[in-house]
């Protein structure tokens, strides 16, 4: 009898153990890192400068178009991309204007009536400001990685904007933004690689 109640007790524990582990597996990961504590991070940087290379791969080059130079930041909305090589442009997006100064000729353009322009510049305004709304308005949002090591991937959730890009893929670190991937919809594709400065 007292190995009988040894053996009940030893099956009791078991049970209630597996319970527990299985309890365990089903409760949501407390502090998990999602895409509303990635947007927030990033909303609390108000800006910055940082240096660039961007590596354009065209389908019908043997090599990509490599550019170098320095953006700017100034949270939410302007941003400045100045290229050094191979060709002095300046780039510069202050709310719904870009404006695009290359071999002394300017040129101004009015985003607001480019809807589809305008969505694919606030994939990357949108990132830079953790303006999770503005991004979700026109894209899926994919969140996998950790606070020290992210990778945010947007599908395109329009049917308009699906037709110039496929995807863009955002990798960071912490509350920076390191790269920008853009997978365009005839195959060509760009990766911008982001490393910032010091404030001086």
């Known amino acids: ?11 009791m524990i078991g049970k209630l153990f597996v319970g527990l ?11 998990a890192f999602d895409v509303g504590q990635l947007m927030g991070d990033l909303a609390r940087n108000k800006g910055g400068r940082a240096k660039f290379i961007e590596k354009k791969y ?10 170098t130079g320095e953006m700017t930041y ?24 870009l404006s695009i100064e290359r071999e002394n000729q300017r040129l101004s353009i009015n985003l607001a ?6 969505a694919f510049i606030d994939s990357i305004r949108g990132t830079l400001a953790g303006n999770r709304a503005a991004l979700e308005k026109n894209y899926l949002l994919h969140l ?25 893929i955002v990798t960071g670190t912490r509350n ?25």
């Not at 009898?1 to 099956?11: A, I, N, P, W």
């Not at 996998?144 to 863009?168: C, E, H, Y």
């Open 176 to 200: 920076q933004v390191r790269s920008i991937e853009y997978l365009q919809a005839d195959g060509d594709r760009s990766v911008l690689s982001i490393e910032p400065l010091e404030a001086k």
């Open 21 to 31: 582990f299985l309890a365990w597996l089903t409760l949501p990961a407390l502090g």
């Open 74 to 97: 100034t949270a939410p909305d302007r941003l400045e991309k100045r290229t050094v090589t191979p060709k002095p442009e300046i780039l510069l997006l202050d709310r719904d204007m």
């Open 144 to 168: 996998a990685g950790s606070f020290d090591n992210w990778t945010l991937t947007m599908l395109p959730s329009d049917q308009k904007i699906a037709a110039l890009v496929q995807r863009i």
């Open 113 to 118: 009536n480019q809807p589809e322009a305008l």
């Open 1 to 11: 009898l007292v190995q009988f109640l040894r053996f009940l007790e030893k099956e």
């Open 58 to 67: 065209i389908s019908f080059l043997d090599r990509p178009v490599v550019s």
